[in-house]
């Protein structure tokens, strides 16, 4: 496989990374382009990766194009190079919100091969959780080559398109979530006498242990919380300040403002 991204900001950088960790591919079989030949040229000796001097010469180079662009740039460039991608019969891999797999046929045509997958932030730990769906011309061979490379940086799950919003907000937008929660904890321990970067740490680290609770336990969350809460004790207390404030409606709120933002983008 020759990958080639258009695009290397935040997440194409986080899953270039995870792949040359776990060696999915050979630094000489990833390429990318950014806005500027100048700054893909430094992301791409920063990476170790090949650069290409346009999205054009990429999708000549490459046999799997992942568009990494921000979501309102996406359909620009691949107006542009409708053409060429059907005509290298590339595979077309999205991971850019709010643009259906309907959407990305009319930008590119019904040739066009495509999958959509929405990963998270956490590929570049190899922590990432991925949906991912694929239109009708996809094999299931060309659909679970996809769902290896995005299992080299996590895990994934093939899921229905019209449950990708949800998805988003679950895991594509959570990670930005989970870290105000732990922030807003390391606060506390701060307004409480610690320093920032142990009370950050300290935070971050129950979060992870709780969150591994919940994976390996047999226990819902709920009989998690009662196991912890000792009658009469601390932290029945502090659960009941969190719900006077509707901290559990709260939360419901935030992803359902992501779940509405999406819908706006797709138009
Ligand atoms: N940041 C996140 O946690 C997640 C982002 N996404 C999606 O990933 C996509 C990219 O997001 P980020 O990496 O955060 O954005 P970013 O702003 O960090 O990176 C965008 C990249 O696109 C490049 N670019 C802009 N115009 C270009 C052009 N004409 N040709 C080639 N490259 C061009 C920029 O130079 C930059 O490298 C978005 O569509 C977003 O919806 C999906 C899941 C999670
Ligand atoms: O904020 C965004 O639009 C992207 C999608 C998921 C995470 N970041």
Same mark, same amino acid.
């Given at each position: 496989?020759?990958l080639?991204?258009?695009?290397? !900001?935040?997440?194409?950088?986080?899953?270039?990374?995870?792949?040359?960790?776990?060696?999915?591919?050979?630094?000489?079989?990833?390429?990318?382009?950014?806005?500027s030949?100048?700054?893909?040229?430094?992301?791409?000796?920063?990476?170790?990766?090949?650069?290409?001097?346009?999205?054009?010469?990429?999708?000549?180079?490459?046999? +799997?194009?992942?568009?990494?662009v921000?979501?309102?740039?996406?359909?620009?460039?691949?107006?542009?190079?409708?053409?060429?991608?059907?005509?290298? $019969?590339?595979?077309?891999?999205?991971?850019?919100?709010?643009?259906?797999?309907?959407?990305?046929a009319?930008?590119?045509?019904?040739?066009? &091969?495509?999958? $959509? %997958? *929405?990963?998270? *932030?956490?590929?570049?730990?190899?922590?990432?959780?991925?949906?991912i769906?694929?239109?009708?011309?996809? +094999?299931?061979?060309?659909? #679970?080559?996809?769902a290896?490379?995005?299992?080299?940086?996590?895990?994934?799950?093939?899921?229905?398109? $019209? #449950?990708?919003?949800?998805?988003?907000a679950?895991?594509?937008?959570?990670?930005?979530?989970?870290?105000?929660?732990?922030?807003? *904890?390391?606060?506390? !321990? %701060?307004?409480?006498?610690?320093?920032?970067? *142990?009370a950050? &740490?300290?935070?971050?680290?129950?979060?992870? !242990?709780?969150?591994?609770?919940?994976?390996?336990?047999?226990?819902?969350?709920?009989?998690?919380?009662? $196991?912890?809460?000792?009658?009469?004790?601390?932290?029945i207390?502090?659960?009941?300040?969190?719900?006077?404030?509707?901290?559990?409606?709260?939360?419901?709120? !935030?992803? =359902?403002?992501?779940?509405?933002?999406?819908? =706006?983008?797709?138009?």
């Open positions: 496989m020759k080639g991204f258009i695009g290397a !900001g935040n997440m194409a950088t986080a899953i270039i990374k995870g792949l040359l960790a776990k060696n999915f591919l050979p630094a000489t079989d990833i390429y990318i382009t950014t806005s030949s100048e700054h893909t040229e430094t992301v791409a000796k920063n990476l170790g990766i090949q650069s290409a001097h346009s999205n054009a010469d990429l999708i000549e180079i490459a046999d +799997t194009v992942i568009i990494a921000k979501p309102h740039i996406a359909p620009i460039i691949l107006n542009e190079q409708r053409e060429l991608l059907t005509k290298r $019969k590339s595979v077309l891999i999205s991971i850019a919100s709010g643009l259906t797999l309907e959407n990305l009319e930008l590119t045509s019904s040739e066009q &091969k495509i999958v $959509k %997958v *929405m990963p998270n *932030m956490n590929v570049s730990i190899g922590q990432s959780v991925s949906a769906c694929g239109n009708q011309l996809i +094999t299931k061979e060309e659909l #679970d080559l996809v290896a490379l995005f299992n080299v940086v996590g895990s994934t799950y093939e899921i229905a398109e $019209k #449950d990708f919003r949800n998805f988003t679950l895991a594509g937008c959570s990670p930005a979530f989970t870290y105000l929660y732990i922030d807003a *904890m390391s606060r506390a !321990g %701060v307004k409480n006498g610690l320093p920032k970067a *142990m950050t &740490k300290i935070a971050a680290e129950a979060v992870k !242990g709780s969150a591994q609770m919940v994976l390996d336990s047999e226990d819902t969350p709920w009989d998690l919380i009662d $196991k912890v809460c000792s009658p009469g004790g601390t932290t207390a502090g659960l009941v300040a969190l719900e006077e404030e509707h901290f559990m409606a709260t939360v419901i709120k !935030g992803l =359902e403002a992501t779940i509405k933002r999406d819908q =706006e983008l797709e138009g």
